[in-house]
């Protein structure tokens, strides 16, 4: 947990220093690592797959960003082994993750080197994810995630903001549940604000892109985890479901708004 924790705080630190200075960069990690989101993961939750999870997304996308700008053998390889570790960390947020990647990478000016080191981290990792797609209909995992009713773990919109207290429970209906579910008011103010200024700041075509995309997965992720989007779950069920509770999307919303 601590080596994912640290992990966390540098890769965003290199993430964010391929578009902004040294100081801004050094803030983004600290509320990225420091949110109540991630103690929430490690204290309360203790979910390793989900903390490397949030660890490697922004090492990955801050690797894609270098290689798209020079090509260099090592970067290449170091690259394709931390998207291969991305894509092995957790099954339901590894398909975000991938999803990500992906529409990160077409954002990107040279695309070549990037697609090869994706689809080298695919062929490194098609243990994990083949038998996911083929076998899983000869277990009980997909049944079991299935069963769980997700419309009774949706987060009312202030839960993201603020929490009455600190538990050690889990989800429930309404907007007070065992769990705390914020996500920072810093990271929500700074995030926010930032990725308007940035959007309006940046000349280049290729950065104003980016971090559109960003802004959408952010706006994205955090809308599939309240109430208000249960009829897009209901119309997506088949695709949603086994992602179980819908604020399992949190750490994409945390991501985007660092």
């Given at each position: 947990?601590?080596?994912?924790?640290?992990?966390?705080?540098l890769g965003?630190?290199?993430?964010l220093?391929?578009f902004?200075?040294?100081f801004?960069?050094i803030?983004g990690g600290?509320l990225?690592?420091?949110?109540?989101?991630?103690?929430?993961e490690i204290f309360v939750r203790?979910?390793l797959g989900e903390?490397w999870?949030i660890a490697?997304?922004?090492?990955?996308l801050a690797?894609?960003?270098?290689?798209?700008?020079?090509?260099s053998?090592?970067?290449?390889?170091v690259?394709?082994l931390?998207?291969?570790?991305?894509?092995?960390?957790?099954?339901a947020?590894?398909?975000i993750g991938f999803g990500i990647?992906?529409?990160?990478?077409?954002?990107q000016?040279?695309?070549k080197n990037?697609?090869l080191s994706?689809?080298?981290a695919?062929t490194?990792t098609?243990?994990?994810?083949?038998p996911?797609?083929?076998?899983?209909?000869?277990?009980y995992?997909?049944?079991?995630?299935?069963k769980t009713?997700f419309?009774?773990?949706?987060?009312?919109?202030t839960?993201?903001?603020?929490?009455?207290?600190?538990g050690?429970g889990?989800?429930?209906t309404?907007?007070?549940d065992?769990?705390?579910?914020m996500l920072?008011?810093v990271?929500?103010?700074?995030g926010?604000?930032?990725?308007f200024?940035?959007?309006i700041?940046?000349?280049?075509?290729?950065?104003?892109?980016?971090?559109?995309i960003?802004f959408?997965?952010?706006?994205?992720?955090?809308?599939?985890?309240?109430y208000?989007s249960?009829p897009?779950?209901?119309?997506?069920?088949?695709?949603?479901s086994?992602?179980?509770?819908?604020?399992r999307f949190?750490?994409v919303a945390?991501?985007?708004?660092?």
């Open positions: 947990m601590l080596l994912a924790l640290c992990i966390a705080f965003m630190i290199l993430f220093s391929q902004f200075s040294f801004p960069s803030i600290l990225y690592s420091l949110s109540p989101w991630v103690a929430t203790g979910n903390m999870f490697l997304l922004p090492l990955s690797l894609i960003t270098t290689l798209s700008k020079k090509y053998g090592l970067i290449m390889i690259t394709t931390i998207l291969s570790f991305l894509f092995t960390t957790h099954n947020l590894s398909l990647v992906l529409v990160y990478s077409i954002a000016e040279q695309k990037v697609f994706i689809a080298l695919l490194s098609a243990y994990f994810w083949l996911f797609i083929w076998e899983t209909k000869l277990t995992a997909l049944a079991v995630a299935q009713n419309t009774e773990h949706f987060l009312c919109i839960q993201l903001w603020t929490t009455p207290f600190w050690f889990g989800s429930t309404g907007c007070t065992g769990m705390s579910f920072g008011k990271a929500i103010i700074f926010l604000l930032g990725l200024l940035a959007v700041r940046f000349k280049s075509i290729t950065y104003k892109l980016t971090f559109s960003l959408l997965f952010t706006i994205g992720a955090s809308f599939l985890t309240i208000q249960a897009v779950w209901q119309v997506l069920k088949p695709v949603l086994p992602f179980q509770f819908p604020w949190l750490p945390l991501f985007g708004l660092v």
